[in-house]
């Protein structure tokens, strides 16, 4: 069973910094990408920022400049540096694996529980 778990979530100021980590574990043969979606109160998911095993990252428009993904391959760990922060960036947010499990020619989502950021203007 693949396993996707995200920390680093909390309550911060308008202008502060989080650092959000995310660890894919389990039965992996390989990861084809990470990366993290946020979903506000009310709202639908949607992308923040994703790293492709290929280096190809891609931003939302709201966050570039602002947030930084990063990936420890060897740990199969992904980050999101989240800095200065405005209150539209609160709600959960999700981490995701595009993993290939053992013995399977395809690639699959997994998806973790959610971490809660809290924005305070």
């Known amino acids: 069973q693949v396993q996707v778990v995200e920390s680093g979530g909390g309550l911060v100021q308008a202008g502060g910094s989080l650092r959000l980590s995310c660890v894919a574990s389990?039965?992996?043969?390989?990861?084809?990408?990470m990366g993290w979606y946020h979903q506000a109160p009310g709202k639908q998911r949607e992308l923040v920022a994703t790293?492709?095993?290929?280096?190809?990252?891609n931003y939302a428009d709201s966050v570039k400049g602002r947030f930084t993904i990063s990936r420890d391959n060897a740990k199969n760990t992904v980050y999101l540096q989240m800095n200065s922060l405005k209150p539209e960036d609160t709600g959960v947010y999700y981490c995701?694996?595009?993993?290939?499990?053992?013995?399977?020619?395809?690639?699959?989502?997994?998806w973790g529980q959610g971490t809660q950021v809290t924005v305070s203007s």
């Open positions: 995701y694996a595009e993993v290939t499990l053992p013995g399977a020619p395809f690639q699959y989502a997994y």
């Open positions: 790293q492709t095993s290929g280096e190809h990252t």
């Open positions: 389990g039965r992996i043969s390989s990861i084809n990408a």
